[in-house]
T-cell receptor, first 115, second 110 residues
Framework: NAGVMQNPRHLVRRRGQEARLRCSPMKGHSHVYWYRQLPEEGLKFMVYLQKENIIDESGMPKERFSAEFPKEGPSILRIQQVVRGDSAAYFC?????????????FGPGTRLTVL | DAKTTQPNSMESNEEEPVHLPCNHSTISGTDYIHWYRQLPSQGPEYVIHGLTSNVNNRMASLAIAEDRKSSTLILHRATLRDAAVYYCILNQGGSEKLVFGKGTKLTVNP
């Protein structure tokens, strides 16, 4: 059973460009979470999605950031008009259910560098 | 969000047991205690979780105090691969997101 897959692993963008980060959850998992880790800081929750629905986006910046998890295909975290402050590692996790006792399995992350 | 308190760092020697403490004095009855770890340049990895009783798995043991206000993650024989930041997290009933603190950075000496 393949783990959570994220691509690309490394992404370089210039200020003002768009960044698209992809996450394929583990087989059988329909719950996806995105977290961000700024340099030398802890992980911060961004958004929680189920297939075709955003359940909790309380950690998402209000502007430029969006996430989706379509019926078919991977979950996408999209950052428009990137700025240097968006440089961070973005981790995706998945779980079978969304219950508090459930384990979240994390991917290897996408490291975004904004020049 | 319920708060946990962990030491910033700890050191251990290879093949010795390690006890990583976590205080969570404001824990509520429905909070699960989760432990994750993050190796350098990798995503977090699940270690163990529990509610009230002590738990064991192939990676570690989790000892939960009777009043649930503290817990201890036990690595029975530390290896160099166990060097990581260990996070103690309370997952509140009805809340799916994990709230990561600063964790404990474990250094394992050969």
């Amino acid at each position: 059973n393949a783990g959570v897959m994220q691509n690309p692993r490394h992404l370089v963008r210039r200020r003002g460009q768009e960044a698209r980060l992809r996450c394929s959850p583990m087989k059988g998992h329909s719950h996806v979470y995105w977290y961000r880790q700024l340099p030398e800081e802890g992980l911060k929750f961004m958004v929680y999605l189920q297939k075709e629905n955003i359940i909790d986006e309380s950690g998402m910046p209000k502007e430029r950031f969006s996430a989706e998890f379509p019926k078919e295909g991977p979950s996408i975290l999209r950052i428009q008009q990137v700025v240097r402050g968006d440089s961070a590692a973005y981790f995706c996790a998945s779980s079978v259910t969304g219950l508090e006792a459930d384990t979240q399995y994390f991917g290897p992350g996408t490291r975004l560098t904004v020049l | 969000d319920a708060k946990t308190t962990q030491p910033n760092s700890m050191e251990s020697n290879e093949e010795e047991p390690v006890h990583l403490p976590c205080n969570h004095s404001t824990i509520s009855g429905t909070d699960y205690i989760h432990w994750y770890r993050q190796l350098p340049s990798q995503g977090p990895e699940y270690v163990i979780h529990g509610l009230t009783s002590n738990v064991n798995n192939r990676m570690a043991s989790l000892a939960i105090a009777e009043d649930r206000k503290s817990s201890t993650l036990i690595l029975h024989r530390a290896t160099l691969r166990d060097a990581a930041v260990y996070y103690c997290i309370l997952n509140q009933g009805g809340s799916e997101k994990l709230v990561f603190g600063k964790g404990t950075k474990l250094t394992v000496n050969p």
